[in-house]
């Protein structure tokens, strides 16, 4: 069993220095690429959120009863939120 677990710590090593050498030698992608997102989902998710929201929603207390909160505020769709996050997603697909 120790030597197998020694055989695991060896070769998680050997790849933490080889991995980051692979890494930097790929680094020549070209960061002005264009990318298109679809973000029709986005928009019908956000209508199911608010069906679902209209409709009440309930927990549990710490004895297990049920407690009902009734119907909650609609969500919004904020346009600025979604270009940061699709700026992000652009820069961990292509950094990482």
Partial sequence: MKKLIGLLV???MVLSVCMPAYAEENT????NTT???GQS???SMLKM???WC???SWYYNADGS???TGPLSSLSYDDELESVAMTRAKQIAIFF
Avoid at 28 to 31: G, L, P
Wanted: hydrophobic residues 40%; charged residues 25%; proline residues 0%.
């Fill in 28 to 31: 020549s992608i070209d960061v």
């Fill in 54 to 56: 209209n409709a009440g």
């Fill in 41 to 43: 989902e986005a928009l």
């Fill in 35 to 37: 990318i298109t997102y």
């Fill in 66 to 68: 049920k407690y009902e």
């Fill in 10 to 12: 060896s070769l998680l």
């Fill in 49 to 51: 959120m608010n069906e």
